[in-house]
């Protein structure tokens, strides 16, 4: 065998086993990236617009076959089953992965109709999707559980101090309640020269005291074109405990919904409670 053969033999082997590395590594190197998003930058990236959501590939676009003169991509779409983090007009999102081999994206992790975790910084910068097996769910779904912002903190003592401050707590105008935030109003591109408030809508699961004659309960939470921090439990599709004042039927009658355990419904439901019981 000749030098140059070997050198090349050396190097095409060296290529497929840091490529192999890289591919052992990539869902590691994912996972520490919503790790690193959840539990250190969090509080910091009030301008970003984070996604993460657990779903299935259902489709995998063409492949480019021509001459890449720039970077063209491949389309993979995603029907989204969990949104964990950020909020989508519906269940579905497309990204398109750079792709100039004239080869289909690889497979894993790009494997039609597997079920998938995939973590995006912004709308445009998404991570290769990571397979969502048994443990790496658990573990995605314990960081976002314990992932809190001051904001939470601050929501639920505004809700116990908004229950305490009732004296007392109205039928026919206080409403507290668990649900669900059905929709959330998108996010704008426009300057921020003026506040214009985010709608969202909230479907009622169980009313903890007052009454409500119709459904579902519109508010608005932060700003469609100005950057608000707020706190995780305002998105698609998070289970709330949520307190509003209906003697306006206005949407800025809500308090800023908190997120539901059983353990808070135990605490508002005693703070009720006490409130129904003073004199």
Not at 166 to 180: N, Q, V
Not at 228 to 237: G, I, K, M, T
Request: with cysteine; glycine share 6%.
């Amino acid at each position: 065998m000749s030098i140059r053969r070997a050198l090349v033999s050396i190097l095409t082997l060296s290529a497929i086993l840091c490529g192999s590395l890289r591919g052992q590594d990539e869902p590691d190197r994912t996972l520490g990236q919503i790790y690193k998003y959840l539990n250190r930058d969090l509080k910091n990236r009030i301008f970003a617009n984070p996604l993460l959501f657990v779903g299935e590939i259902t489709a995998l676009g063409p492949v480019f076959q021509g001459v890449c003169k720039v970077a063209v991509n491949q389309t993979v779409d995603f029907a989204v089953s969990e949104l964990l983090l950020g909020d989508l007009p519906g269940n579905t999102f497309r990204y398109g992965y750079i792709n100039c081999t004239r080869q289909p994206l690889p497979s894993p992790p790009f494997t039609l109709h597997s079920q998938v975790i995939l973590f995006c910084h912004y709308r445009n910068r998404c991570e290769q999707p990571l397979p969502a097996t048994p443990e790496r769910l658990a573990r995605v779904r314990a960081w976002v559980d314990e992932a809190r912002r001051p904001e939470d903190n601050a929501a639920f003592a505004q809700l116990k101090q908004a229950i305490k401050k009732a004296k007392p707590l109205r039928t026919g105008s206080d409403l507290i309640f668990e649900g669900e935030i059905a929709r959330i109003q998108a996010v704008g591109t426009r300057s921020c020269d003026m506040y214009i408030c985010r709608e969202t809508e909230i479907s009622v699961a169980h009313i903890l005291f007052g009454e409500l004659t119709k459904g579902p309960i519109l508010a608005s939470y932060g700003s469609v074109n100005c950057p608000v921090a707020l706190p995780l439990s305002v998105r698609q599709h998070a289970r709330v405990i949520v307190y509003c004042a209906l003697q306006m039927p206005v949407t800025q009658s809500c308090l800023t919904p908190v997120e539901d355990s059983p353990q808070r419904v135990a605490e508002v439901a005693s703070w009720i409670s006490a409130e129904e019981a003073a004199p």
